[in-house]
């Protein structure tokens, strides 16, 4: 047992939808997560807790030390993750250790608790804003048709596989955290959520998916995906921005890259 009078606090660490403390107990480091409550509608922390046992068994995250029910959790800190800089991460040493993170995980063959349904996620969001702004209206509208008669081939995915979310354990091997949005769903939405976090160039890309194995012929759902993410952190970000106005960069960041990535994926795939 944990009491949290026993840990010693040594520094507020980062985080968008979470606060997340660096402590100690017994002279071993933790992490320790105050989840963000406004969101409690919209995250499940059961199904966080699962994902995370199984992810956990299939070897690419830590253990909970603790997890409350309502998502209060404590996991293992490891310090070599301070030497996982964004620069280091795009280097083709760590590509091909992103790239085997996450090829294993979409591998393992087993199945999360929960099955990610994009358009749910997308009225969830709707639903929090007062009001759909017009834009976001056309855009979904884009959206939705490029997305009729997509593949269903559902693998265990992390769904929020950007820079911040990969850990080190040692100089030998990343892991994933915060399973918040974990679900069953398309093994190429968590490649391209790393891909547009990171802005990866066309040639750190390429490194990625020769490591990773990304099929030629899945390289149009990658693309898809990536649209699907912008237009969906955008109304997350639409959403924060009711509570922080300082998200309206992050906001304007994600749309103006979904513009101009639909108007490249009409040149190169002519689904307008």
């Given at each position: ?88 991460i ?22 999360f ?64 955290i ?6 069953n ?45 912008d ?42």
């Amino acid at each position: 047992m944990y009491l949290i009078q026993e840990l010693s606090y040594i520094k507020r660490l980062g985080g968008l939808t979470n606060l997340n403390f660096l402590v100690a107990h017994k002279g071993q480091k933790y992490v320790l997560r105050f989840p963000a409550h406004e969101f409690e509608d919209i995250i499940n922390r059961q199904h966080e807790k699962e994902n995370q046992r199984i992810a956990a068994e299939i070897g690419v995250t830590v253990d909970n030390v603790v997890f409350t029910d309502d998502g209060i959790k404590m996991t293992p800190y490891y310090d070599a993750t301070a030497n996982l800089t964004r620069d280091l991460i795009v280097t083709p040493e760590y590509l091909e250790k992103v790239a085997d993170v996450l090829s294993t995980l979409h591998s393992s063959n087993r199945e999360f608790t929960n099955r990610f349904n994009y358009w749910e996620e997308v009225e969830k969001y709707k639903s929090t804003l007062t009001e759909m702004p017009s834009l976001y209206v056309l855009l979904e509208e884009r959206v939705r048709n490029l997305t009729q008669g997509e593949r269903l081939e559902y693998v265990p995915c992390h769904m929020d596989s950007v820079t911040g979310n990969f850990i080190q354990k040692d100089a030998k091997q990343l892991l994933l955290i915060d399973w918040e949005y974990s679900a069953n769903y398309l093994p190429e939405w968590d490649l391209a959520a790393f891909i547009l976090e990171r802005e990866l160039s066309e040639q750190q890309e390429q490194v990625l998916l020769d490591y990773y194995g990304l099929p030629a012929a899945s390289k149009e759902s990658l693309d898809l995906q990536k649209l699907k993410s912008d237009f969906l952190w955008s109304l997350w970000s639409l959403v924060k921005e009711l509570e922080d106005p300082s998200f309206e960069a992050y906001t304007a960041k994600r749309t103006e890259r979904l513009i101009e990535g639909l108007e490249q994926y009409y040149r190169l795939y002519g689904n307008e």
